[in-house]
């Protein structure tokens, strides 16, 4: 069974960083990608970043790219979402996923089944 736990967030103020973490177990997959998601309150969720493990190619939406990067450590079977220049729109529930084998785009909400339970970040003015 696939089980995704986040860590890493907290409260902060605009311009601040941190670093989020999703330890992943149970894969079975010999190739997956992993992916940030985040969750505003009375929005959907929407793809932050995804990375594919084996070729370690990534991919950003265009509102964090250049202010946050993914990255996977394969001993440790984890996931990091660094994140600089915090904004306040940038305040969500941010949840990571995990996919074998992708149908869709690699930030598409769609392309993904299993999912964390989530790591609350908010950005203050």
């Known amino acids: 069974q696939v089980q995704l736990v986040e860590s890493g967030g907290d409260s902060v103020q605009t311009g601040g960083s941190l670093r989020l973490s999703c330890s992943v177990s149970g894969v079975t997959y010999k190739t997956f990608f992993m992916a940030w998601f985040r969750q505003a309150p009375g929005k959907e969720r929407e793809g932050v970043a995804s990375i594919s493990i084996d070729a370690g190619n990534t991919y950003y939406a265009g509102s964090v790219k250049g202010r946050f990067t993914i990255s996977h450590d394969n001993a440790k079977n984890t996931v990091y979402l660094q994140m600089n220049s915090l904004k306040p729109e940038d305040t969500a529930l941010y949840y990571c996923?995990?996919?074998?084998?992708?149908?869709?785009?690699?930030?598409?909400?769609?392309?993904?089944?299993?999912w964390g339970q989530g790591t609350q970040v908010t950005v203050s003015s």
């Open positions: 996923a995990v996919e074998g084998f992708l149908l869709g785009s690699p930030l598409a909400l769609s392309s993904y089944t299993h």
